[in-house]
């Protein structure tokens, strides 16, 4: 997958880790977000979202929280799995009336075995 | 149910020439985004439409365009093409505009030489 690659951030972890990924976002009108997973070679993959008007919700083995105090957010991975190795984004939705998300850099997350 | 749907997956152009590239929504999903994926640039929106109409703009030059059918597929053109414009490009579909869930495509890899 495509990313801001130089200055990627990359965490690494080991199998069965818990994995903290962090973004700060840059609009504090935005009042929606998105994680994406991009895995090589493939699209963005909807992860889970999050309104404004919450702290944390939580999925599958992973967890949003959004502080908008600091305009930032963060994804907690439970469990990691070597499956879950991709660069993962956060975007925001800068215009409340339209489909507009504007995205972080990107963390690369590798998990070892 | 079928993902959002890319055409082609991948294109080589000739600098100067003009390429379309083709997006079918998430049966249903009447808004589609196109966004841009660069390794310098990053994920950047170029333009939503929703109901046909182009709803919202990003920072592309003119050269850029777009188009939404009233069955929800889109076309994006891109003309007089440079060096620069090489890039993955991404679809994006939703069930409507606005704060809502946005599913990527595979993208189309472009190559302009």
């Known amino acids: 997958g495509e990313s801001v690659g130089l200055h990627l951030p990359t965490l690494s972890v080991q199998e069965g880790d818990n994995s903290i990924i962090n973004c700060a976002y840059s609009?504090?009108?935005?009042?929606?977000f998105i994680w994406y997973k991009q895995e090589s070679g493939k699209g963005p993959q909807f992860i889970i979202d999050?309104?404004?008007?919450?702290d944390k919700r939580q999925g599958q083995r992973v967890t949003v929280l959004l502080n908008k105090t600091v305009k930032h957010l963060s994804l907690q991975i439970a469990a990691t799995q070597p499956g879950d190795s991709a660069v993962y984004f956060c975007a925001e939705n800068t215009d409340t009336g339209f489909q507009k998300l504007v995205f972080g850099t990107g963390t690369r997350l590798l998990v070892s075995p | 149910k079928a993902g959002v749907t890319q055409t082609p997956r991948y294109l080589i152009k000739t600098r100067g020439q003009q390429v379309t590239l083709s997006c079918s929504p998430i049966s249903g999903h009447r808004s589609v985004s196109w966004y841009q994926q660069t390794p310098g640039q990053g994920l950047q929106f170029l333009f939503e439409?929703?109901?046909?109409?182009?709803?919202n703009k990003g920072n592309f030059p003119g050269r850029f365009s777009g188009r939404q059918f009233s069955n929800s597929r889109s076309e994006m053109n891109v003309s007089t093409l440079e060096l620069g414009d090489s890039a993955l490009y991404l679809c994006?579909?939703?069930?409507?505009?606005?704060?809502?869930?946005?599913?990527f495509g595979q993208g189309t890899r472009l190559t302009v030489v």
């Open positions: 609009n504090s009108a935005s009042d929606y």
């Open positions: 999050i309104r404004s008007n919450m």
């Open positions: 439409y929703f109901s046909e109409t182009q709803r």
């Open positions: 994006a579909s939703s069930t409507q505009t606005g704060n809502t869930e946005a599913f």
